[in-house]
């Protein structure tokens, strides 16, 4: 079958700058929706934290009921797993485990004596992975 160019006219179909401009909008939507979907990932980052730092925290309650302190710096939360030293009163191991890691891959940091007022610190050093900045999360917020 031989068209006419009469009959090319009637055919409908999309030019290649309307393509363009379909796939420059689907390209800024997909942008902003990754931009949200990143964020959210952030924030649940954050939360894992939060939730792994209460049960750390129950652990060290449950030492320092039996022991009459929390582990100091040095013993650190190795203390949760094996008696740090003549504590006739360790009951543990107060973990099943090693305290896991953060969602960045690193140690959770412990210091007792707090710097904050409490009775220690336990905190994640954030995604930046280094101590003593704004992004560090910790039993202190």
């Known amino acids: 079958m031989i068209l006419k160019s009469d009959d090319r006219k009637s055919e409908k179909g999309m030019t290649l ?3 363009m401009v379909v ?3 689907l390209g800024l939507l997909a942008g902003v929706a990754g931009f949200y979907v990143v964020k959210q990932f952030g924030k649940a980052k954050d939360k894992v ?7 750390i ?9 039996d022991t009459g302190r929390f582990p100091n710096t040095d013993e650190g939360l190795d203390a949760l797993l094996r008696n740090p030293g003549n504590f006739d009163s360790w009951e543990g191991p107060y973990l099943k485990k090693a305290p ?4 960045w891959g690193k140690p959770y940091a412990y210091r007792c004596p707090s ?8 905190y ?5 992975g280094i101590d003593g900045n ?6 202190w917020k």
Do not use: C
């Not at 934290?49 to 049960?55: F, G, K, T």
């Not at 896991?100 to 969602?103: K, V």
């Not at 994640?124 to 930046?128: K, L, Q, R």
């Open 57 to 65: 925290e129950q652990a060290l309650e449950k030492f320092a009921f």
């Open 100 to 103: 896991p890691n953060d969602p």
């Open 23 to 25: 796939i420059v909008i």
């Open 134 to 139: 704004e992004d560090d999360i910790g039993n």
């Open 115 to 122: 710097t904050h007022g409490l009775d220690y610190d336990l």
């Open 124 to 128: 994640s050093f954030g995604p930046d």
């Open 17 to 19: 700058m309307e393509l």
């Open 49 to 55: 934290v939060l939730v792994q730092i209460a049960e």
